[in-house]
């Protein structure tokens, strides 16, 4: 947070606003971002705007060294690596498409390299601890139809690795019929066949029969059935991703689990870290997490790499014990 005498942001020029715009509308339609991505572009892209304004010079004008003191900025006052690194991102999308458009006749941030990403794995839980939370949703709640939705939300996270905005998001309707594989449509609108395991299965059979109930009474009443798995009544009409992750937490705290260490994006690192244990090939958990690219998969190698030590150490006649 900026201190007390810290100056106002300085206002972006309208020309400035509406080239973004621009850029976001022709993102939207051309790579199918989600809509998730270009408000972060959006939010990235304002702010660098608002900085090199007040530095004299407006994102369209930039030079080389502006944006480099930008990203300078951003660094000193303590921002993370990886949101560094997304900024940066927004900024060489945005003047890419600038100089194709002819707005500029140079691309200012050409030969700028960022921090890039830390390749670490993220924080993630055992098996038994994945184990306990399954448990403790199945009893989390005031009612039946409560703790069956929240059984049904936790397998099928564990059960398929999915996203959170993805899984909040289902559409009943892929769920009907007991099916043993489900479509997802992950970023940039790319959809990718997972399977459903029994308990997953299972435990969607039971959702779906307590959602059968309440939809039926609420055409009594003249109200339409939502076609989301985890209805809600707020504008996007599904359970939020913010509610979810409360909800989480909520469970991580029945099941004696830090509710520090759980979250969504937690819970998909276990699905594909025990998969992986497991004997599972990493370009199965590349298709079945949606990475574009296998680079984004690979932070999972630890494990291959403990395994395989571990394969060494047991069958190699050299590390045997004398």
């Not at 007040?54 to 006052?77: C, F, H, K, M, P």
């Not at 009594?220 to 409360?246: D, E, I, N, W």
């Not at 025990?274 to 296998?294: E, K, N, T, Y």
Request: charged letters at 25%; proline letters at 5%.
């Amino acid at each position: 947070m900026p201190g007390a005498d810290a100056p106002p942001p300085a206002a972006v020029p309208g020309a400035d606003l509406r080239r973004i715009a621009t850029f976001l509308d022709a993102i939207a339609a051309e790579s199918g971002v989600a809509r998730n991505t270009l408000l972060a572009y959006g939010r990235d892209l304002r702010h660098a705007a608002e900085w090199l304004t007040g530095q004299g010079s407006g994102l369209l004008q930039a030079d080389r060294a502006s944006v480099e003191g930008y990203l300078i900025n951003l660094e000193t006052a303590g921002m993370a690596r990886a949101t560094r690194a997304r900024r940066l991102s927004a900024l060489k999308q945005f003047y890419r498409f600038a100089h194709d458009e002819g707005w500029r006749d140079d691309n200012p941030v050409l030969r700028i390299h960022g921090p890039g990403r830390a390749a670490r794995l993220p924080g993630t839980l055992s098996e038994d601890e994945v184990s306990r939370l399954l448990e403790a949703a199945r009893a989390h709640g005031p009612n039946a139809a409560t703790r069956a939705r929240n059984a049904c939300l936790f397998e099928l996270l564990y059960a398929t690795g999915l996203r959170v905005s993805e899984l909040v998001s289902l559409p009943q309707a892929a769920l009907r019929g007991a099916p043993e594989m489900l479509m997802v449509r992950g970023k940039g609108g790319k959809d990718r066949m997972v399977p459903l395991s029994d308990p997953a299965r299972a435990a969607v059979a039971v959702w779906l029969a307590h959602r059968d109930r309440a939809d039926d009474a609420a055409r009594g009443t003249g109200k339409s059935a939502s076609k989301f798995l985890f209805p809600a009544r707020g504008v996007a009409g599904h359970m939020t991703r913010m509610r979810f992750h409360g909800l989480v937490k909520e469970i991580a705290a029945r099941a004696g689990i830090d509710p520090g260490r759980a979250s969504p994006h937690v819970l998909r690192h276990a699905f594909a870290t025990h998969l992986l244990a497991g004997g599972a090939d990493l370009r199965v958990i590349q298709l079945l997490l949606g990475h574009a690219d296998l680079s984004s998969t690979e932070i999972y190698t630890h494990v291959l790499d403990e395994r395989l030590r571990n394969l060494v150490m047991a069958h190699h006649p050299l590390a045997r014990k004398i």
